[in-house]
């Protein structure tokens, strides 16, 4: 790998938030390289989301700083994240239902578009011409999610998982550096749980996109992530490859808990 590639794309310096007296995240430390996948895990509450909310500028944090390719993000507001490459899914599916599955992604493309607002009211050819450019630039990012023949039905329509294809397909269009799928896998069956692996292996193959996975299906994220880092009550508990976290003691710990003899998750 070449030294320009090993540079991260994404860097958090001691990162962190609270809420009044309540540390949410504390000294959050995270390195993504361009075409790297790697998994965040932990159990309900650990703080994931909070940690994504913070990359995304959702949250701003109390410390620390988020940085993406050289530049400090922190007091950027959530638009500014976007315009700057960083990318967003959520736990539960956010599309424009009532929209087509096209106009989904074309809505994604709309810092790219030229034309003034008069040459949209009269129809002008430079409208058209612009037009039938996203039309097509949406078009291809469909055919990589085997979307293509449900362009011109409405997202509503389509099922869970091909839901969740165009939900990634829709952040591929805003050009971002890294994108962020907040349990991708969640509600999928096994069939679609498997398109998902394929159509995430594309992302990060196609367009040497880099990848930050929240995901509570463990088989998933030891296959898919080179790299896990394990959160608990928003601390860093263990950072290493998927046989270094399964074997790790306080990660098990962390998984299993001490809940009045309850089972807690299992990390497999």
Known sequence: MSEAKRQPIL?????????????????????????????LIGPNGAGKTTVFNLLTGVYAPTEGSVILGGEVLNGKKTHQFVAAGIARTFQNIRLFKQMSVIDNVKAAFAKDVKYRMGAALFRTPGYWRAEAALERRAMELLEIFRLERHARELASS??????????????????????????PAAGMNPTETAELVECISIVRERFGIAILLIEH????????????????YGQTIAEGSGEEIAANPRVIAAYLGDNDGEEGERLA
Do not use: H, W
């Not at 969740?164 to 962020?180: N, S």
């Open 217 to 232: 299906d463990m088989s998933l994220v030891m296959k898919l992530c080179e790299r896990i880092t394990v959160l608990d």
């Open 11 to 39: 860097e958090t310096r001691g990162l962190g938030i609270s809420f009044g007296g309540l540390k949410a995240v504390q000294d959050f430390n995270l390195k993504l390289s361009p075409g790297e996948l790697a998994g």
């Open 158 to 183: 389509l099922p869970y998982g091909a839901q969740r294809k165009l939900e990634i397909a829709r952040a591929l269009a805003t050009d971002m550096k890294v994108l962020l799928l907040d349990e």
